[in-house]
């Protein structure tokens, strides 16, 4: 019995121990309020909102990569390495479950029921395939074990940069062609319900393969937040093609060093957390790669029609990602010379049939199968040709030619985010490590030769096509816009680096002194990107410590106020922007025509128009309002020096016609019309 009380009183001290300490912390916290209540339900609102689209994502990569792996059934694919076959099952599922959703906006029924009702009856009808890949989904950890400390230096770097990528993809989107048209287009076939063309948007009428994809989650909860981890999950699985290919051929080192290079590259990394579409285009090249190797192993039917397939999905990505096709071509003809029709047949029409979809799309929509090259199409011409690609501010037109002797070297000097040019920070390894291959060869074993030869023949076409570009546009210098090949060039880097460890040690340890340089770099880079990472405030925007507006004007500057300033204007009026081209935050309420082209203006200035005429005709198309951005017309006047007569007769023109509603005082200024 004292046994009994004595245990209860111990109980009753506790609770009353308990109990004062809660009221110790109530009367503190009473006063002394670390957290608001509306703080608190912000954070927790933002980090569910989180969740949800990382879920969508996830969930729409599963579904997608089982239906590939059901289709990649009857191929051989037991040489591939698990990391491969993750990789390559989602590629084809993603570029089979786009057409899917391409099928259903041409009939109308681009929509939340059709589309997910699709993938479910695709991840059915393939449930074998979903199985499969989950299964070797959760082997990935015992292939990714950490055996060395480069191999957990890489891993960190490397988790650190997808961590930051993944905060920004999961807030609003901000970066330039998101706004401009990545974004809008899923967003206007959602809201019609259809795939339609577009004549005040041209990007519309390029494919839409990972677009479609955006809409499809962006459907699920009516979140635009859903995109960017839709990229992000392209995005890992390129690097994991890469390095599942660099380590099958090379060792474990070469893999872990195949995502070093790419993930420390800082605009490749930043890239996992836009809601772009230059991370399919990369995990298509990679995947190539992969199909590439396996049909050098085999030789069969089976392996050219993967190569095709993935050659055509990356073109209904990206026009440039076409470059593939000249890689695989060269592979094919340097490793089956007497077969080589035969093989590019097989391959063309796989790849095809691949792309048919969109060719028969732009040519229903936009009167041009590859619109708007070659054959024009709707709303284009010559002026708005040479206006998008900038041909008079290429290398050879500027007086850089000489920067196309190696395009590779030129665009990790030169190559600085967001500027004209390269446009892209790639890191002083990424692009230029492979070099060391001719020197360290004799050290590499024999599959690792065979995985660097390859390599480098395709890297052939892809340099040459980049080299060409660049010399003639401005738009074809972008690094960006050969994100197909960066996997190579981190491939063939991994490799060469392989070769450099095994190097002899005397007289001198060049490869000890390489790695030291390699990772003094790596982390000053990423200590960079950390400090980029917080200025741009993503982290703070998920855990509610600061709005949506403040998060949007840190990185949009004047861009946010001016689009929340539309919000006033009454119902359904119409806002035409000038020297603008972003147009996806405009209000709901409004219809608003983005200056996407940046010739609202220019071009019929350019055609002959009287400034007059051109003010009537935007009456006569029913604008009620112009939102002038003073600091693009100002860029864009010096842009287009050479249409500076035509540009300067803007502002008087607008002066007669319209007046004043609104200004910030600086950049934006919203014009009504003249009584």
Known sequence: MSEKMGALGVLMRGIAILLGA?????????????????????AALRILGAMLDLATAAALTVLSAGIGRGLLARLPMRQLSRLERLALAGLIGFGVVGLGALALGMIGLFNRAALWGLIALGAVVFRRGVRAWISDLGGVVGDLRLDSAWSAFSAVIAAAMLLMALTEALSPPIHWDSLTYQLVAPARYLESGRVEPYHDNFYLGFPQGVNLLFGIAMSAFG??????????MFGLCGVLAAMGAARRYAGKTAGWTALLLMMSAYNLAALFGWAYTDLAALAYGAGTLSALL????????GGLMLIGALVGFAVGVKYTAGALALAAGLVILVYQPRR?????????????????PWAVRGWLHYGNPIYPF????????????????????????????WQALFVPVSATVFGVDRTDGFGFTAGPWLLTIWLLLPLVWRWLDARARRLAALTMIALVPLIGVWTVTALSSS????????????PLFAVAGAVGLTGL???????LDVGFIIRALMISSVVFNTLDTVHIWLRESAPQYLFGLISQDNYSYINTLAYSPAMRSLEALPEGAQVRFMWEPRGFYCPAHLTCTADVLLDHWLHPAVNGSDPDAIFASYRAAGDDYLLVWRAGYDHYRDLFD??????????????????????DGLRYTLYGWRE
């Open 642 to 663: 050479r249409y500076s007569d035509q540009i300067d007769g803007f502002y008087p023109a607008l002066e007669r016609h319209m007046v004043e509603v609104w200004t």
């Open 374 to 401: 070659v054959f024009g199409g709707l709303n284009w011409d010559a002026l708005r040709a040479a206006l998008f690609n900038f041909t008079d501010r290429g290398l050879l037109a500027t007086g850089n030619a």
């Open 294 to 301: 396996a049909w050098r192993e085999t030789g069969g039917r």
């Open 340 to 356: 080589v029709i035969v093989n590019g047949l097989i391959t063309a029409s796989a790849a095809a049939l691949a792309f048919a």
């Open 22 to 42: 809660l009221a110790l912390l109530g009367a503190y916290y009473w006063l002394h309020k670390p957290l608001s209540i509306d703080y608190g339900l912000t």
């Open 475 to 486: 738009v074809g210098m972008q690094t960006r816009l050969m994100a197909m090949a960066l």
């Open 501 to 507: 460890m095994a190097m002899p040690k005397k007289p």
């Open 223 to 232: 979140r635009a937040t859903a995109a960017a981890p839709v990229h992000f």
